[in-house]
């Protein structure tokens, strides 16, 4: 069976200070990956996909970065933490792309004061 | 670009009544349509999915019929209980490789005894 494991579970960071969060896939090889921001209460917004290792398209421009370093493994990080990216942050996995279904893992909450 | 509206932000209800739930969307391809279910703290998970046009699809007790003419795929549910208390996202897949879904703004269910 697949498991997808997020870290940290929360964060509390100051802004400006810089962001790492991790994602881990294991019981399937060569996922189709994803970063979700979500504010509290509000929609879902798709922000990084990735349909293999070392390849990541952004889909929106939020000063974020993503990596995939490993084909099991998703980064998501920035340099400077804005107040806006306060929010909670879902990683996600799909077979392939298209229509397949996409699976979240349990989040990461992450408040900028 | 693709689209997703949800007219209700809030529904309340009491356990044991119908509900429905609007979802329209707008799209150039062929649409493929999803409703997503969000508790309380937790990862959203996938409650139905279609991409026929005029067939009903079930789990769980709901239900929902794509209706390309109308763009529309609510979700429907003849009885709710106190368990169907969530958060409900409608998605719109653009059925490319990319795995982009455009999610609607989601609509709070809370039922009460």
């Known amino acids: 069976a697949q498991t997808i494991h997020q870290w940290p579970v929360a964060e509390i960071k100051a802004v400006g200070s810089p962001l790492s969060l991790g994602c881990t896939i294991k019981?399937?090889?060569?996922?189709?990956l994803y970063w979700y921001w979500q504010a509290t209460g509000g929609t879902l917004q798709q922000l990084f996909y990735s349909i293999t290792v070392g390849q990541v398209e952004s889909v929106v421009q939020l000063n974020l970065s993503a990596s995939r370093p490993k084909d099991d493994q998703f980064i998501l990080s920035t340099e400077k933490l804005l107040l806006s990216h306060s929010g909670f942050y879902l990683c996600?996995?799909?077979?392939?792309?298209?229509?397949?279904?996409?699976?979240f893992g349990p989040g990461t909450r992450l408040t900028v004061l | 670009g693709d689209s997703v509206t949800q007219t209700e932000g809030l529904v309340t209800l009491t356990k044991g009544l119908p509900v429905m739930l609007n979802c329209t969307y707008q799209?150039?391809?062929?649409?493929?349509l999803f409703w997503y279910v969000q508790h309380l703290n937790e990862a959203p998970k996938l409650l139905l999915k279609s991409s026929t046009d005029n067939k009903r699809t079930e789990h769980q007790g709901f239900y929902a019929t794509l209706h390309k003419s109308s763009s529309s795929f609510h979700l429907q549910k003849s009885s709710v209980q106190l368990s169907d208390s969530a958060l409900y996202f409608c998605?719109?897949?653009?059925?490319?490789?990319?795995?982009?879904?455009?999610f609607g703004d989601g609509t709070v269910l809370t039922v009460k005894p």
């Open positions: 998605a719109l897949s653009d059925q490319t490789n990319t795995g982009k879904l455009t």
């Open positions: 799209t150039t391809y062929s649409p493929f």
């Open positions: 019981g399937k090889s060569s996922p189709n």
């Open positions: 996600a996995w799909s077979l392939d792309g298209g229509a397949d279904e996409q699976y």
